[in-house]
């Protein structure tokens, strides 16, 4: 993995966190006095606007890391951060389905229940990518070249070869 798929997944993960808190906070915990108000804070809009534009960012950056680092790291047998890595992974995927079906769904109760579950898996999932990145940090500068794994066995003898 580069520095910059490192960089650009915390990056839109943090924000994307933080600004998802700041919405629900904002929306499900503040009152305001106008009983005509249709938000609870001024800047409540803001928040969903910033968490819907840095989410498909997040989506993206995983999306790059999905074949060179996740797949491959998941068929080693490198045990080094991999809880984390696979907590991260796991609950990546049903995230992004809860914050999907959050946009289409009517039924005030299915909404109820994808929203707070999309909430639990958006904290847990960046607990897990941001434990990944402490977890593999002292390994990460003893590293002689750059990506997550060596080579392939097929590769490396094909490049003998040569």
């Known amino acids: 993995m ?9 990056i839109s993960t943090i924000v ?14 503040m009152t305001t006095d106008d009983p005509w108000a249709v938000i609870n804070h001024p800047l409540e809009p803001w ?3 910033v968490h819907i534009i840095f989410a498909p960012a997040m989506l993206f950056a995983v999306g790059l890391i999905a074949t060179n680092h996740i797949w491959r790291s998941l068929k080693s047998n490198l ?3 991999r809880k984390s890595g696979v907590w991260a992974t796991l609950t990546f995927f049903p995230l992004v389905l809860t914050g999907y079906l959050i946009q289409i769904v009517i039924n005030e109760l299915s909404l ?12 847990l999932c960046t607990w897990a990518i941001l434990a990944h990145r402490y977890v593999l940090k002292p390994f990460m500068k003893r590293r002689k070249r750059s990506g997550t794994l060596p080579l392939h066995p097929e590769k490396i003898r094909s490049h ?3």
Request: a positive charge.
């Open 47 to 49: 928040a969903l606007k």
């Open 79 to 81: 045990p080094t951060g």
């Open 2 to 10: 580069t520095q910059f798929h490192r960089w650009f997944l915390y």
């Open 160 to 162: 003998s070869h040569s």
């Open 112 to 123: 109820e229940v994808l929203s707070w579950s999309h909430l639990g898996l958006g904290l």
């Open 16 to 29: 994307t966190a933080v600004s998802g808190v700041t919405y629900i906070y904002m929306k499900r915990f």
